[in-house]
């Protein structure tokens, strides 16, 4: 977050009787409560409710830090430990490709835009891009380096979904990149 605190909505329900649930709505976060809680009761729940929202953002929003280590654990695990990167870390300037690589620096760059998308589907994309720091081109040994990867086949057709659904180009061909 930018340290800001968010809008709160609390909304209230006569039909809704225990249960409490949150979701965010762009900047904001709304509350749905039973109409007979109390003010005091509420605030504890609003409290509540938006620590738990955090909590949960946190988990879809790998630190940079914590990319690394998931990039170091993939390289192990598909590589051999061939494909070391020196830097991983989450871009805002990328809306046209999902991440992208420096072979000569080993630097791998993500798309804020995974932020939020089901883990395996970044591990795809990392497992893409640790690929390049063995393969620079997207010829069949490229290939073969990524379809190690058990769901690479599942991230792709995601990843296409998604910028279909988004109305975006999806990169060209069947690459990430």
Not at 61 to 85: K, V, Y
Request: glycine content about 6%; charged content about 30%.
């Amino acid at each position: 977050m930018t340290g800001q605190e968010p809008e709160v909505e609390v909304r209230r329900s006569a039909r809704r009787r225990r249960t409490v649930s949150a979701y965010r709505d762009g900047d904001r976060i709304v509350v749905l409560i039973p109409a007979t809680m109390s003010k005091r009761d509420e605030a504890s729940w609003v409290a509540k409710m938006i620590a738990r929202l955090d909590r949960a953002e946190a988990r879809k929003r790998p630190s940079d830090d914590q990319l690394m280590t998931r990039a170091r654990q993939l390289n192990d695990e598909i590589f051999g430990g061939l494909a070391m990167p020196d830097s991983v870390r989450w871009v805002d300037n990328q809306r046209s490709r999902w991440g992208s690589c420096t072979p000569g620096d080993k630097s791998i760059r993500l798309s804020e835009r995974l932020q939020g998308m089901p883990t395996w589907v970044i591990d795809y994309v990392l497992v893409h891009e640790l690929a390049h720091l063995l393969e620079p081109g997207h010829d069949a040994r490229f290939w073969a380096w990524v379809d190690r990867f058990p769901r690479a086949e599942r991230a792709r057709g995601y990843l296409t979904g998604w910028s279909a659904a988004a109305h975006l180009e999806p990169p060209e061909g069947d690459d990430v990149d």
